[in-house]
Each structure stands twice: as C-alpha cells, then as structure tokens.
C-alpha cells in the first residue's frame, strides 16, 4: 500500500496531494492508535511540510518499523491490537458480534486484524470465541441449575440444538453428560 501511495505521489497533480497526505497520516493515526499515544506522535502538518516522495516514502517506511517493533512487546503473549480485541470478545463474549463490529471498535481492517489474531493467538479469531464461550458454559454447568438451553443462551448461542452439537465437540460429551460428571468429581472430594 506504501509503494501504490508512492507512486501515486510521483508525478500527481497538485490537487490530489493533500487526499495522499491524509491517506498518510490516517495510516499513521491507526498505527499510533492500535500502538499507544507515545509511539508515532505526528502531526498532519509535520507529515505534510515532507514535499519530497522518497522522503516521505522513508518517513513512513520509518513509522512502520516502529509500529511493528512496538506490535509484540516482550512482556506481552499478543500485540496491542489482539490484546483489545480479546478483551473485548471476553467483555462480550454472550452477544452476537459480528467481525466488522469487532475491526470497527479496533480501528482496522478485517483480514489484517484476522491476520494477526491467527498469528498471536496460533488459532482463528471463531475458534477463539468458540472456546472462550464453552469455557464458560462449561462454569455455568458446574456452578448453577441452569438448564442447557438456558446455558447456550446466557453464553450467547441463539439455538440450543447447535450449542449442544459444539459443546459435544469441544467437551467429548453434551452439556447434560458434562454436569453429571462435574458433579461426580464434586462428590467424590
């Protein structure tokens, strides 16, 4: 994308710069968003004050060198952006979130952030949620009366007959089997 902006700067009329610049400084404005406030802090009119297109070219190839350095600190498992979009699939887990919903709050686009959720995490964005949402249902059954459909609701599957298909699949056993014999392991402590 870097390169295709480049090429559009090269010989560009003077009234299509200004819509280059600003494609520039909104990738800029994602990188510094998804990274943190301290990293690539630019204004539009220090980007803008570069006339030159290789000096530009190398200004963002320098962004994006900083951008990805600062992706994985060393004390994190996940990137920035696969840290928020966990936090908010664990926030709202139970509702029915679609990708676009999730890569609009996160400010990116969709295959990119699919991309770095496979490579952060070592599985897709919906196994993830498939797991995060059977863990739950899994607590649920071991900690109330809940009947199963009540479950699939509560951990946000709109139709039982599907939650319990999944959950026998994850679990090696249907929700029903899965409490009986959690309340087994209980009973024999």
Known sequence: MLDTA?????????AYLWDIYEFCFEALCSMRDAAGPSVLDVSFDEL??????????AFLLEAISLFVSNEAPADKKHSVLVEKGIALLEEKYNSNLSLDEICEYLSVSKNYFSYLFKRDTD?????YLTDLRIGKAKILLETTDMKSYEVAYKVGYENPSYFTKLFKKHAGVTPNEYRTEAAGRRDSI
Not at 6 to 14: K, N, S
Not at 48 to 57: D, N, T, V
Not at 123 to 127: E, K, R, Y
């Open 6 to 14: 480049m090429e559009m700067v090269i010989g560009a009329r003077p």
């Open 48 to 57: 803008s004050s570069i006339k030159q297109a290789e000096s530009l070219r």
């Open 123 to 127: 599985i897709s964005l919906w196994a």
